[in-house]
């Protein structure tokens, strides 16, 4: 069984391969699992951007996470949050 973050897991989403599961949690964490090796791999890292550009930090999202898809080449996250906000992660 797999947790989300710090809280209750809201969202989940499969990368195009199925290799990778990504949640969303209400503590505002998106984390990556390793579905081969059932294991979890850890929460996004780096530099995301809201959908006007604007570098955020991950630790730097207030919102629960409320919805997730992986772009089709498996590259990008988009999360979609409480608050009504749209965040893109590199994956």
């Known amino acids: 069984v797999w947790e989300g973050g710090g809280g209750e897991m809201n969202a989940v989403a499969f990368s195009p391969d ?3 599961v990504v949640s969303g949690s ?3 964490s998106v ?5 081969p090796e059932d294991v979890t791999t850890g ?3 780096g530099r995301g951007q809201d959908v006007t550009g604007r570098a955020v930090d991950p630790a730097d999202v207030p919102s629960k996470i409320w ?3 992986v772009s089709p080449d498996g590259g990008t996250i988009a999360s979609g949050g409480a608050d009504g906000s749209i965040m893109m992660w590199d994956s």
Request: aromatic share 6%; no cysteine.
């Open 18 to 20: 199925g290799h990778t």
């Open 26 to 28: 209400s503590d505002a």
């Open 31 to 35: 984390r990556l699992y390793d579905v």
């Open 43 to 45: 929460d996004v890292t």
């Open 67 to 69: 919805a997730l898809a």
